[in-house]
Nanobody
């Protein structure tokens, strides 16, 4: 099994920055990419960013492109999401997930973190 533990997040005013981390342990060979998702109350879950943990290719949702950066430290089995120029609409619970890289994106997510709250006030 793979365990994903998130940390970071918090509260910030609009225009500020926050980061979230996702540390993986266990059978890390069972995935080759990580994705970040978010879900706000009453809204559907949204894919935010993803990274190919083997090749470091990345992708972003249009809503966060240019403001968020996904990165990784393979030695620590940890993926990060740096969030800059935050907006109130970025407020959500952020989840990481481990999956398989196919066709330029991360999918087939089998393992999920517990979530980290990000709140952006206006």
């Amino acid at each position: 099994q793979v365990q994903l533990v998130e940390s970071g997040g918090g509260s910030v005013q609009a225009g500020g920055s926050l980061s979230v981390s996702c540390a993986a342990s266990g059978w890390t060979w069972r995935y080759n990419c990580m994705g970040w998702f978010r879900q706000a109350p009453g809204k559907e879950r949204e894919g935010v960013a993803g990274i190919d943990t083997g090749g470091a290719s990345t992708y972003y949702a249009d809503s966060v492109k240019g403001r968020f950066t996904i990165s990784q430290d393979n030695a620590k089995n940890t993926v990060y999401l740096q969030m800059n120029s935050l907006k109130p609409e970025d407020t959500a619970m952020y989840y990481c997930a481990a999956g398989l890289w196919t066709g330029g994106s991360c999918g087939s997510f089998r393992y999920w973190g517990q979530g980290a709250q990000v709140t952006v006030s206006s």
